[in-house]
């Protein structure tokens, strides 16, 4: 048995995840921008029997709105620092989350027409960012039962979030809301992506919290590696 607790709080399409230590609270991911994301971590964190102002760290896998949306709100609940990948810490920085790439013809299309709509990107209330690395980090000092492993490929500073017990907070650079397939719509990078998948696999994932859908079996990831071989 894990050292720890999960909580899934699925805002819609999108998910932040709780990671609930003996002593610890971590939030990873904070959806969408507004009050009906903080009321939902708020609900989460409730059933765990805590609240939001006792995160103790705030973890995001990327920068996109909506995973980075709620991140200045929860700071300011909790105080809790937010870890992020250098090269993201920008987009937090000023509170626009540009446009990625889609990895079909279909979303492409999409990105275009949105991209005319809204030009220059979303914007979201912008964060600071308190804890910034650009490898991999040991979080076993900061309470959390695992590292942090940069995943770039998604977007440029994608970071997972990998525990002892093999549990992969891994944001988008893995979807499931699709059926028949595990790979993300959009991406910077596309190329990168199932070597990231790969990587994570090595490291001893055994279950995939994606940021889109329900958890994903490694076996899942491992058959869809093979097909794209
Ligand atoms: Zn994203």
């Given at each position: ?5 999960v909580?899934?709080?699925?805002m ?9 230590t ?9 959806g969408?921008?507004?009050?009906q ?6 609900a ?6 805590r609240?939001?102002g ?6 995001l896998?990327h ?21 992020l990948h250098k090269d993201e810490?920008e987009?937090l920085?000023?509170?626009?989350s ?7 013809s ?10 005319k ?5 979303t ?8 804890i910034?690395?650009d490898?991999?980090l ?8 695992g ?19 093999g ?7 893995l ?8 790979f ?10 199932t070597s990231?998948w790969?990587?994570?696999l ?5 279950l ?11 076996q899942r ?8 071989a």
């Amino acid at each position: 048995m894990s050292a720890y607790e999960v909580n899934r709080i699925s805002m819609g399409m999108v998910n932040a995840y709780l990671v609930k230590t003996e002593k610890q609270l971590f939030l990873i991911d904070t959806g969408l921008a507004g009050k009906q994301s903080i009321a939902r971590i708020e609900a989460a964190c409730g059933r765990m029997g805590r609240s939001v102002g006792d995160i103790d760290m705030i973890l995001l896998t990327h920068t996109h709105h909506d995973h980075a949306g709620g991140a200045a709100e929860c700071k300011s609940r909790s105080a809790a620092p937010i870890l992020l990948h250098k090269d993201e810490a920008e987009v937090l920085r000023f509170g626009i989350s540009g446009f990625p790439a889609g990895t079909n013809s279909l979303v492409r299309f999409m990105v275009a027409v949105a991209k005319k709509r809204q030009k220059g990107g979303t914007p979201f209330p912008p964060a600071e960012a308190d804890i910034v690395i650009d490898s991999d980090l040991d979080l076993h000092n900061y309470g959390f039962p695992g590292v942090a492993v940069p995943t770039p490929s998604h977007t440029a500073g994608s970071l997972s979030l990998l525990t002892d017990w093999g549990d992969c907070f891994c944001g988008d650079i893995l979807f499931n809301i699709f059926p028949g397939t595990v790979f993300p719509p959009v991406a910077d990078n596309p190329e990168a992506l199932t070597s990231k998948w790969s990587l994570l696999l090595e490291r001893g994932a055994k279950l995939f919290y994606p940021g889109h859908g329900g958890p994903i079996e490694r076996q899942r990831v491992e058959r869809e590696l093979q097909r794209r071989a």
